[in-house]
């Protein structure tokens, strides 16, 4: 739709923005979602899929597992799974600052990206670009709400508490 060029446009303008000074790069996975992860019980024993490994930013591959792992099961994002993934991911690699900072843009990125390589990934798509279409418009959303609490109004968040 026209909505969603216009969302996939301003998202890419928020990536061509973004200051990556202080936002520590290396070797990513790219991929970190729920059906790449291997477990026995509740022990992970291995990681799949290394197709999209790249080296890009570190916390890409934080928010692209965050994007999927905290969600609960209507698919709103949970924002008790998100500090709890931020928090295990701070005990092992401490984010920067401007990591921290940036985590909503990376995911609203990261989603957006998802969504594109969905589109065109055939006909039909392997997996719905709507569910990281969805997701794209409520970063988006948080991202106007927090411009609009740095004016003095209240905030909200796409994160319902549970």
Known sequence: SI???VLLEETIEIYRRLNIDGLPG?????DLFRDNALFIGEKLTGIIDYYR???DLLAIDLAV???DWCRDENEI???K???AMID???AIKPLTDAESHSMIALQQISAARFALTRLLSGDPPLKDPGEMLNLTRKFAATRREEKRYQTGQPRQSIYEPH
């Open 77 to 79: 994002p949970d924002e």
């Open 81 to 83: 799974k998100r500090v």
């Open 88 to 90: 295990g991911y701070n």
């Open 26 to 30: 290396g070797l990513i996975h790219g």
């Open 53 to 55: 490994a790249c080296e």
């Open 3 to 5: 909505d969603d060029c």
């Open 65 to 67: 597992a965050i994007n």
